[in-house]
Each structure stands twice: as C-alpha cells, then as structure tokens.
C-alpha cells in the first residue's frame, strides 16, 4: 500500500480477518508490522512462513495509524514466503483498511498477495473483489524487518554427579530482548571433544556420561544466523 489508506471497507461483520503476503528479500528478522485501525479494536496478528504458523500475539489498539512491534522476532531467510493475518474483533461493525488502485497511475501489487475472510478459513483476493467504483485494491499491513544481529546470552548450571551415570547438560539461550533464542546451535566442549547440539525454544541438552572421577570444566558456545555468538563454562 505505498499510497497509504484509501478507504476503510465496511464488513457488517464483528469479526474480520485480513493478510498480506511478502516475500523476504533478504536473510533478515521481522520486528514489527503496522496497520489502520478504524474503531478501536481487539486484534490478534498471526505470522506464518513458508505456510508454518511461527507466531501468535493479541492486543487492543486504538483508532488510528500504528506500529506493533512483536514480542519475539521472527527469523526469515531469502526467498522466504511470510503471510501477516490480522483479525479484528469489537462489538460494533469491523471495518478493514484498504488502499484503492483507482487512486494510483501504477499497480503497485498483483494476485495472491492480499486477501480477507470472514472465517479465518476461506479467503477472498483483494487484487479481484470489485468494491463500488474500486475493481482492486490492496490491505494496508506493512512489514518491518531488521538486518541487524542481537547479542545473546547463555547461561549453565554447575552440575555434582557420580562418576559413570548419565548427566544431562543444559544450556539456555536468550537474546538481548530477553527472548528465547529459536534457532542456532550450542557447541558443548568437553575434554576437548566438541558436541554440536541444535537450539529448541531458547534451550540445548546433551547426554554425557563422565567415566572417571575429577572436576571437569565444560565450555558452551551459542552460534545462529542474526544473532552474536555467546560462551559460558560450568564445572562438573
């Protein structure tokens, strides 16, 4: 919607859910998204990619033109496809930001990229639904990406075993907004053998047996794109 808004479309509905689908041109995280809001509503945004639900967040926002930055960034790689649905809930009719193409010299947008429904299930394409005088237009949702990488922070407990049983190491993984890192991998280093282990909502765990008794110490290090690499050390 480079023009901005156009219209509000009325729906007669009190629910409506409506997206817009982007393509990542870049390997890159999504931070925000903004959007027109007619009435005061309640909203929840959604945020697939590649056709996976990876984010889930509801709020109230008041009337008027705003930026919704996501509490957890959502990692995106080149060529990626993303959707951000927004559906919108108040007691009265929901009306749903719309820009008009009949305003515009130049299309600025084509099928498949904007959409809404009255179920959450079937969607209907913006780029063809014929509106009064309007033959096509676009929904106002704007994404907002960053390239820049966040540092983050791994932390690991001390561990006292007895020597020949099984322990479980675990190393969490946060990044600078206190988020739980989503992918990436932890390195454990261990008597100078490296274990490479994936990231799962912001944690890594790893077997080890300890055959023989002594004081170990043990080196974690967190590495994953957009983020800046992070060490710890415990002793077992």
Request: aromatic share 14%; charged share 20%.
């Amino acid at each position: 919607d480079v023009i901005g808004l156009t219209e509000f479309l009325a729906t007669g509905k009190n629910t409506v859910w409506y997206k817009n689908v982007f393509k990542a041109t870049d390997n890159e995280l999504l931070a925000a998204f903004s959007s027109y809001i007619n009435d005061e509503s309640d909203y929840q945004v959604q945020v697939y990619v590649n056709n996976e639900l990876k984010f889930s967040q509801n709020g109230v926002s008041p009337e008027g033109y705003y930026t919704y930055k996501l509490d957890k960034f959502i990692p995106l790689y080149a060529g990626d496809i993303f959707e951000i649905i927004i559906k919108l809930t108040r007691n009265d009719i929901v009306s749903i930001p719309i820009s008009e193409s009949k305003y515009t010299n130049k299309y600025i947008y084509d099928k498949g990229m904007s959409y809404i429904s009255y179920d959450g299930n079937t969607w209907t394409d913006l780029y063809e639904l014929k509106l009064g005088s309007a033959h096509s237009q676009v929904a106002c949702i704007k994404a907002f990406t960053t390239l820049e990488t966040l540092n983050t922070f791994i932390s690991m407990p001390d561990y006292s075993i007895e020597s020949g049983k099984i322990v479980t190491l675990e190393a969490n993984v946060l990044d600078a907004h206190n988020h739980r890192v989503t992918l990436g991998s932890v390195t454990f280093n261990i008597d100078g053998n490296e274990y490479v282990v994936d990231v799962n909502d912001g944690k890594a765990t790893f077997n080890y047996r300890f055959s023989n008794e002594g004081t170990y110490n043990v080196k974690a290090t967190y590495n994953g794109l957009h983020y800046n690499p992070s060490s710890v050390s415990s002793t077992v």
